[in-house]
């Protein structure tokens, strides 16, 4: 190899290292990002969560009420 190809090989391989250099932090980017993504999501899964819990413990609670109220009204059409 004469010097002109040595300097080209040699640009071309740091080149090639930039860019894996490159799409390295690119990934390691993307990777951080899906992680505040998903914490995000848990945050938001919790909280539609105990909005459900309550809601169902509110529903349980007017159903009992009903039927408390239907047993003291003597339910029976006998």
Excluded: F, P, T, W
């Amino acid at each position: 190899m004469n010097e002109q190809e040595k300097k080209i090989h040699s640009m071309v391989q740091r080149l090639a290292h930039l860019g894996k250099v490159y799409m390295k932090e690119k990934q390691e980017k993307r990777e951080a990002h899906k992680q505040v993504v998903k914490k995000r999501v848990a945050k938001a899964e919790e909280k539609r969560d105990a909005k459900q819990k309550e809601l169902r413990k509110e529903r349980y609670k007017k159903m009992q009420g009903k039927k408390n109220h239907a047993a003291s009204k003597g339910g029976n059409d006998e």
